[in-house]
């Protein structure tokens, strides 16, 4: 029996990015789909579409409008067509008329504490936040909301309080930013696998589930050779 292709996918996404929690759920669902076949370890990596985001934040509908100025339209017409491809991966995608976006710079110090400590519940994390976010409509800047996720997500609830109050991991945070911007990373999702292969946008779980397949025979190719 070949044993499975172990592959490192490093995720690259923010939690107020609707296309990362479509290109997230896809992910998954063609991971499943090999099981047996590869054996991946997602790596969560920071990228903040808002870095400058103000704590109050701010109405979600004027600052889609005004940062890629559009109309009101066609912002509509862009939130079901979200809506519609989340809905096929089972997330409810809510955002709409009301909807707020927040600063997440604290989710991702939040994030890179977790993927420290246990991947798995760092990922559970994530998928949390980006519920929380786009599926209930929660401020996911406020700290007692980022405390609580954490806890439900299987992660010490007093040390996910400090780890906000202290300020800790910002300056690692940062750097990681830095670290994929630098390698040419400027909008999101991206999906990196073993360091070269790069998988852009939110693509459905067909597209994720062909690429891995191909890369992950590449590497039992490189196996085979070195063997």
């Given amino acids: 029996?070949?044993?499975?292709?172990?592959?490192?996918?490093?995720?690259v996404s923010?939690?107020?990015?609707p296309w990362c929690a479509v290109g997230l759920a896809s992910l998954r669902q063609a991971l499943a789909r090999l099981d047996g076949e590869v054996r991946a370890q997602i790596h969560l990596q920071?990228?903040?579409?808002?870095?400058?985001?103000?704590?109050?934040?701010?109405?979600?509908?004027?600052?889609?409008?005004?940062?890629?100025?559009?109309?009101?339209?066609?912002?509509?017409?862009?939130?079901?067509?979200?809506?519609?491809?989340?809905?096929?991966?089972?997330f409810a995608y809510n955002v709409g008329r009301g909807s707020r976006v927040w600063n997440t710079f604290d989710a991702h110090r939040l994030l890179h504490w977790a993927g420290l400590r246990d991947s798995a519940r760092?990922?559970?994390?994530?998928?949390?936040?980006?519920?929380?976010?786009?599926?209930?409509?929660?401020?996911?800047?406020?700290?007692?909301?980022?405390?609580?996720i954490a806890a439900a997500a299987g992660l010490d609830a007093g040390e996910a309080r400090r780890v906000l109050d202290d300020g800790a991991y910002a300056d690692e945070v940062r750097a990681q930013e830095r670290r994929f911007q630098q390698a040419g990373i400027h909008s999101v999702p991206a999906t990196i696998v073993n360091g070269t292969h790069l998988i852009s946008g939110?693509?459905?779980?067909?597209?994720?589930?062909?690429?891995?397949?191909?890369?992950?025979?590449?590497?039992?190719?490189?196996?085979?050779?070195?063997?």
């Fill in 122 to 148: 760092a990922l559970a994390l994530k998928e949390a936040l980006l519920r929380a976010y786009f599926s209930d409509g929660e401020n996911v800047s406020d700290r007692e909301v980022l405390v609580r």
């Fill in 14 to 17: 923010d939690v107020a990015c």
């Fill in 46 to 90: 920071p990228f903040e579409l808002n870095p400058q985001m103000a704590a109050e934040g701010e109405d979600a509908g004027e600052h889609i409008m005004r940062k890629y100025g559009i109309d009101a339209a066609r912002m509509d017409a862009n939130r079901a067509a979200i809506r519609e491809r989340a809905a096929a991966l089972g």
């Fill in 1 to 11: 029996m070949t044993a499975p292709a172990p592959l490192r996918i490093d995720f």
């Fill in 202 to 227: 939110g693509q459905p779980p067909e597209v994720f589930e062909r690429a891995l397949r191909e890369i992950a025979g590449t590497v039992a190719g490189e196996g085979s050779v070195r063997g």
